[in-house]
Protein backbone atom coordinates (compact mmCIF):
# COMPACT_ATOMS: atom_id res chain seq x y z
CA UNK A 1 0.00 0.00 0.00
CA UNK A 2 1.74 3.26 -1.36
CA UNK A 3 -0.09 7.05 -0.50
CA UNK A 4 1.38 9.85 -1.53
CA UNK A 5 -0.21 13.18 -0.58
CA UNK A 6 0.08 16.51 -2.75
CA UNK A 7 -1.17 20.09 -2.85
CA UNK A 8 -0.02 21.54 -0.20
CA UNK A 9 1.59 25.11 0.22
CA UNK A 10 1.05 28.78 1.79
CA UNK A 11 -2.39 30.11 1.31
CA UNK A 12 -4.26 33.63 2.68
CA UNK A 13 -6.84 33.48 4.92
CA UNK A 14 -9.89 33.00 2.91
CA UNK A 15 -8.34 31.17 0.10
CA UNK A 16 -8.39 27.50 -1.46
CA UNK A 17 -6.15 24.41 -2.04
CA UNK A 18 -6.85 21.06 -2.92
CA UNK A 19 -5.10 18.10 -1.85
CA UNK A 20 -4.86 15.24 -3.44
CA UNK A 21 -4.09 11.64 -2.14
CA UNK A 22 -2.83 9.34 -4.98
CA UNK A 23 -2.85 5.27 -3.86
CA UNK A 24 -1.81 2.42 -5.46
CA UNK A 25 -0.72 -1.36 -4.50
CA UNK A 26 -4.36 -2.54 -3.40
CA UNK A 27 -8.00 -2.71 -4.44
CA UNK A 28 -8.81 1.28 -4.73
CA UNK A 29 -12.56 0.18 -4.89
CA UNK A 30 -12.69 -1.33 -2.01
CA UNK A 31 -10.90 0.60 1.22
CA UNK A 32 -12.03 4.13 2.29
CA UNK A 33 -9.61 6.81 2.43
CA UNK A 34 -9.41 9.11 5.02
CA UNK A 35 -7.65 12.80 5.99
CA UNK A 36 -6.08 13.77 9.14
CA UNK A 37 -4.44 16.62 10.43
CA UNK A 38 -1.80 17.38 12.69
CA UNK A 39 -1.42 21.54 13.43
CA UNK A 40 2.20 22.47 15.03
CA UNK A 41 2.08 21.39 19.14
CA UNK A 42 -0.62 19.27 18.63
CA UNK A 43 -2.06 15.66 17.89
CA UNK A 44 -3.56 14.52 14.83
CA UNK A 45 -6.98 14.74 14.23
CA UNK A 46 -9.51 13.12 11.69
CA UNK A 47 -11.19 15.59 8.91
CA UNK A 48 -13.31 13.61 6.55
CA UNK A 49 -13.14 10.48 4.95
CA UNK A 50 -14.77 8.31 1.91
CA UNK A 51 -15.62 4.62 1.34
CA UNK A 52 -15.13 4.11 -1.77
CA UNK A 53 -17.05 0.59 -1.45
CA UNK A 54 -20.45 2.34 -0.93
CA UNK A 55 -20.04 5.87 -1.17
CA UNK A 56 -20.01 7.03 1.97
CA UNK A 57 -18.49 10.38 2.77
CA UNK A 58 -18.27 12.23 5.89
CA UNK A 59 -16.98 15.92 6.87
CA UNK A 60 -15.90 16.81 10.48
CA UNK A 61 -17.97 19.53 12.15
CA UNK A 62 -14.98 21.98 12.15
CA UNK A 63 -14.68 21.95 8.88
CA UNK A 64 -18.22 21.29 7.18
CA UNK A 65 -18.89 23.88 4.78
CA UNK A 66 -15.71 24.53 3.65
CA UNK A 67 -13.83 21.06 3.02
CA UNK A 68 -15.06 18.97 0.57
CA UNK A 69 -14.28 15.41 0.07
CA UNK A 70 -13.73 13.21 -3.34
CA UNK A 71 -12.71 10.32 -5.48
CA UNK A 72 -11.78 9.73 -8.60
CA UNK A 73 -11.65 5.60 -8.82
CA UNK A 74 -10.37 5.83 -12.35
CA UNK A 75 -7.42 7.87 -11.46
CA UNK A 76 -7.08 5.81 -7.58
CA UNK A 77 -7.24 9.80 -5.95
CA UNK A 78 -8.97 11.31 -3.32
CA UNK A 79 -9.11 15.06 -2.89
CA UNK A 80 -9.90 16.94 -0.37
CA UNK A 81 -11.39 20.47 -1.30
CA UNK A 82 -10.58 22.91 1.30
CA UNK A 83 -12.29 26.75 0.95
CA UNK A 84 -12.66 29.24 3.19
CA UNK A 85 -9.04 28.58 5.01
CA UNK A 86 -8.70 29.98 7.97
CA UNK A 87 -5.29 30.25 9.91
CA UNK A 88 -6.70 27.22 12.42
CA UNK A 89 -6.30 24.87 9.53
CA UNK A 90 -2.60 25.60 9.54
CA UNK A 91 -1.54 21.76 9.90
CA UNK A 92 0.35 18.72 7.94
CA UNK A 93 -2.19 16.75 6.44
CA UNK A 94 -2.24 13.20 5.79
CA UNK A 95 -4.16 10.39 3.83
CA UNK A 96 -5.04 7.00 4.91
CA UNK A 97 -6.36 3.66 3.97
CA UNK A 98 -8.28 0.58 5.46
CA UNK A 99 -10.49 -1.91 4.06
CA UNK A 100 -13.98 -0.48 4.05
CA UNK A 101 -15.34 -3.29 6.16
CA UNK A 102 -13.17 -1.99 8.51
CA UNK A 103 -14.80 1.09 9.24
CA UNK A 104 -18.63 -0.99 9.98
CA UNK A 105 -19.74 -0.37 13.75
CA UNK A 106 -17.14 1.42 14.91
CA UNK A 107 -16.20 5.58 14.94
CA UNK A 108 -14.89 6.50 11.86
CA UNK A 109 -11.25 7.41 12.76
CA UNK A 110 -10.42 4.24 14.71
CA UNK A 111 -9.71 1.94 11.74
CA UNK A 112 -7.29 4.16 10.45
CA UNK A 113 -5.29 4.79 13.09
CA UNK A 114 -5.59 1.37 14.14
CA UNK A 115 -4.60 -0.33 11.42
CA UNK A 116 -4.65 2.57 8.47
CA UNK A 117 -1.71 2.39 5.84
CA UNK A 118 -0.39 6.45 5.82
CA UNK A 119 1.32 8.80 3.52
CA UNK A 120 3.61 11.20 4.14
CA UNK A 121 1.78 14.39 4.68
CA UNK A 122 1.96 17.94 3.07
CA UNK A 123 1.99 21.20 4.66
CA UNK A 124 -0.63 23.95 4.86
CA UNK A 125 0.01 27.00 5.89
CA UNK A 126 -2.59 29.33 6.47
CA UNK A 127 -1.77 33.31 6.56
CA UNK A 128 -3.21 36.22 8.51
Known amino acids: VQLVESGGGLVQAGGSLRLSCVAS????????IGWFRQAPGKGRVGVSY????????YVEASVKGRFTISSDNAKNTVYLQMNKLQTADTAVYYC??????????????????????WGQGTRVTVSS
Open 96 to 117: AAVESGAMYGVAWFSPFQDVGS
Open 50 to 57: INNRDGTT
Open 25 to 32: GFDFDDYA
